[in-house]
């Protein structure tokens, strides 16, 4: 992700004498995210970088330098979603209509970019848009942090977004990251009827050292929520749909299952 970017920060923290707690604390970030994107693992939000630069005197580099700063920018109700999304310490996806970002393929992402975008995305927008996104998945690559549940509605995994071919390897990916006990998934049946969150998308981050949000999205807008009584009403509410859902073991099958109809085999 930005390995060379983290060196260099760290190197710029070093010269200053500052310890990973110290930037931390003048730059009101946690340390674990500074360890983060010294290590390559995350990228920092571009308030975050900014706030690097005037505490580092790095004067603009590490904000104009930012990985990632040259692709398109994601939707603008989301860019605070997104800056919270590589802190967190633990992810909670709920999806209603699509894969979450974050587990995304690339062909699912572009064939999602192509033809849920309004106003449509011309091709080399929606390529920009796709790394974008794909960009997010790597904080998976850390094997513990952040924890990832996602809780789906099968429709889902129904909806064949980009075709058989597409659908097959998303959720064959899905299936892989289950195996490899980096993600949680958690399928809501069809069959289950109304529940609490069919208005839309939603997202809960807890932190290592702030309190959690949620975050909901629909066809044109999100919002991020901070006040704690709601948090708790949405947290409440996903609790509530993830105890109607199948167990981990059935998810698995079932989205075996549902690869298998869309024409790949094991």
Known sequence: MGTAYGDWLRQQREAVGMTQQELADAAFMSRTHIAHIEAGRRVPSEEDARRLDQVLGTRGALTNFRPGNDRRPVAPHFE?????EQ?????????????PGVLQT?????????????????????????ATRLDRARILEDARTPIVWALL????????IGGPQVMA??????VGLV???RIRVHIVPLGHGGHPLLGGMVTLMWFADQPP??????AFAGTVYDEPALVERIQAAYDLVL???LPQRDSLALLRSIAKEYGHHD
Do not use: C, W
């Not at 605070?80 to 919270?84: G, I, N, Q």
């Open 80 to 84: 605070v979603a997104l800056a919270l």
């Open 87 to 99: 802190q967190a310490a633990m992810i909670r996806e709920f999806a209603l209509s699509f894969v």
């Open 106 to 130: 690339e062909g699912y992402a572009d064939a999602v970019m192509r033809d849920a975008s309004f106003p449509p995305l011309v091709k080399e927008e929606r390529a920009k848009a796709v």
């Open 153 to 160: 509605d099968e429709v889902v995994l129904r909806r064949p």
């Open 169 to 174: 390897n998303q959720i064959t990916h899905l």
């Open 179 to 181: 195996q490899a006990e």
């Open 213 to 218: 949000v949620a975050y909901e999205e629909g």
């Open 243 to 245: 105890g109607e859902a």
